[in-house]
């Protein structure tokens, strides 16, 4: 997600490469980490590589294994407790709601959906807490989980690095960026639900 009242340029250079681990890491599979602008810490420290302030080399493979652990630790704490969710009261770091669209989009998509929630905000972090509560095979859940690390957090960090590289002043017009990745990322949610609004009328 992203908090428009972050200055993320300056939150991502004082946050550093443990910050971007850590923050990644709890977006990924933290049940309360749901609200933290993954996606767009992500391409603003793709874009501060390309300032010299980030290594490329160092900073994209960080951010998959990070991303690789967080959906890791998300399974097994589905596979523990996870039940426990679908009967936990509303509170300010968890909505039922979020558990209900990331089952919604999971059932849609199956295993899949591991792979295809990187994308999307707030489902990205639930889905692999369902593949624990499901009794996903580790193992299958494992590749996906590479998959979507790899496709997810080094491909909007390569990203921003290629822009801020490539086009000049790319800076400036941070903030229309990551609205087009959030609606981007968005889209296989709406279509998903369209989907299930044709099978509900058919």
Same mark, same amino acid.
């Given at each position: ?14 946050? &550093?490469?443990?910050?971007? *681990?850590?923050?990644?890491?709890? =977006?990924? &599979?933290?049940? !309360? &980490? ?29 951010? @998959? ?8 630790? &998300? ?11 679908? !009967? ?6 968890? #909505? ?8 919604? *989009? ?11 929630? $990187? !994308? /999307?905000?707030?489902?990205?972090? *639930?889905?692999? /807490? ?10 299958? *859940?494992?590749?996906?989980?590479? @998959? ?9 960090? !390569? ?34 639900? #369209?989907? $299930? #609004?044709? =099978?509900?009328?058919?």
């Amino acid at each position: 997600m992203y908090l428009p009242h972050i200055e993320l340029i300056p939150f991502v250079k004082a946050i &550093g490469y443990p910050g971007i *681990f850590g923050l990644v890491f709890i =977006e990924s &599979g933290v049940f !309360f &980490g749901f609200f933290l602008p993954g996606s767009s810490a992500l391409f603003t420290a793709g874009l501060l590589c390309a300032q010299g302030l980030f290594s490329p080399w160092i900073l994209i493979p960080l951010v @998959i294994v990070a991303a690789i652990l967080g959906d890791s630790i &998300g399974y097994w704490f589905g596979a523990k407790v996870g039940v426990s969710l679908f !009967f936990k009261k509303d509170s300010r770091f968890f #909505k039922h709601e979020h558990l209900e669209k990331a089952k919604e *989009f999971y059932d849609a998509h199956g295993m899949q959906t591991i792979m295809l929630a $990187r !994308f /999307i905000p707030v489902v990205r972090t *639930f889905a692999p /807490i369902l593949a624990g509560i499901t009794q996903m095979r580790y193992k299958v *859940f494992l590749l996906y989980n590479f @998959i979507g690390a790899v496709l997810w957090a080094g491909g909007i960090t !390569f990203l921003g690095y290629y822009l801020g590289a490539k086009v000049p002043f790319v800076s400036q017009y941070i903030t229309p960026i990551i609205a087009l990745i959030i609606i981007v990322s968005l889209l296989p949610l709406v279509r998903n639900l #369209k989907w $299930r #609004k044709r =099978e509900d009328l058919a």
